[in-house]
């Protein structure tokens, strides 16, 4: 068995973010491994990986939009890594796909997340790293451990210097709450809570509003950017209850898919606050900020090949 503490983690690149894989790499003093991935006529994957051999590997790969080919690409890559030798194997999933899915709303429905948490294990994965997951549940749905990093801090950095001393933390739904209780804290801020349901995936219903916003500047935090639903709703909420047309959003993903941008783009939103967890970092939305969650991955990587504690970069359940 090698001595971990002698050679350096190895990080293997997906195509899903290939320029976050660099710079978690950049940020460790190492450089991608070889890895190659052929793609047939019909669609097919092929990935090949090289020098992983008795090593310590780390693939990254987030399952953002396309998440089916991203994710199928991720379980190829984990078997290669362990076909191709590697002592141990962890799934870099900055961007968890099928977080949502994490409960039956029906009868007859899948648990996505389940189903897709065991493909990871069963593919060679020992580990999975994810940042800012839809749900904590994920760790008690999967076979093998689950580090749960948090972009909270790296959101609260930001938002102390593009938001005034007065403004309010806004939970858009009863999901996002600690979220936002957490982003709250660190900037030393009040909360206020929306009530909404959900009518479809792109519709959303908000009712009430817990906490006061009139005459302030309201800062939305969530984990997630997906058809803006739930931002226009909750926005909505927040200028009927007087709170200042000067409103911030906070997210740690910005897939930003469908009609995102046109849906915010008619909002008075003066900034729109995401990571680079997936490549196009909500760049289609021209008023939009990005900070790199690489520094924050590479730490957590770190760690765990030194065997060192994750505890201050996990998030709170």
Avoid: W
């Avoid at 006529?41 to 953002?64: F, H, I, N």
């Avoid at 409960?103 to 060679?124: E, F, M, P, Y």
């Avoid at 900037?187 to 995936?201: F, Q």
């Amino acid at each position: 068995m090698s001595d971990r503490s002698t050679m350096p983690a190895r990080i293997v690149a997906g195509t899903a973010h290939p320029g976050l894989a660099a710079a978690v790499a950049a940020a460790l003093g190492v450089r991608p491994v070889p890895c190659e991935v052929e793609r047939f006529p019909d669609g097919e994957l092929r990935p090949v990986v090289s020098g992983v051999q008795g090593g310590d590997v780390y693939v990254v790969q987030p399952t953002g939009p396309a998440v089916n080919d991203h994710l199928v690409e991720a379980l190829l890559l984990l078997d290669a890594c362990r076909r191709g030798g590697a002592e141990t194997v962890t799934a870099v999933l900055p961007y968890f796909g099928y977080a949502r899915q994490d409960r039956r709303g029906r009868a007859g429905q899948a648990v996505g997340a389940k189903v897709v948490l065991g493909a990871l294990a069963s593919a060679g994965a020992d580990r999975l790293i994810v940042v800012e997951p839809h749900t904590v549940a994920l760790e008690a749905m999967c076979p093998v451990p689950v580090e749960m990093l948090t972009a909270v801090p790296i959101l609260a950095e930001e938002l102390a210097e593009l938001t005034s001393e007065t403004a309010v933390l806004v939970a858009p739904d009863l999901g996002a709450v600690k979220l936002a209780e957490h982003c709250a804290r660190l900037l030393r801020r009040p909360v206020a809570v929306v009530r909404k349901t959900r009518v479809s995936g792109a519709r959303v219903h908000a009712e009430e509003l817990v906490g006061d916003v009139r005459d302030r500047p309201a800062v939305i935090v969530d984990d997630m950017i997906s058809t803006g639903g739930t931002i226009e709703a909750a926005v909505r909420v927040l200028l009927a209850h007087g709170a200042s047309p000067d409103i911030t959003v906070a997210a740690a993903h910005g897939p930003l898919v469908d009609a995102a941008r046109d849906r915010l783009g008619r909002l008075p939103i003066r900034c729109l606050l995401v990571t680079d967890t997936l490549p196009a970092g909500g760049a289609r939305e021209p008023r939009t900020r990005v900070r790199s969650v690489a520094p924050l991955i590479a730490d957590a990587i770190g760690r765990l090949h030194n065997g060192q504690s994750l505890d201050s970069l996990m998030v709170r359940g």
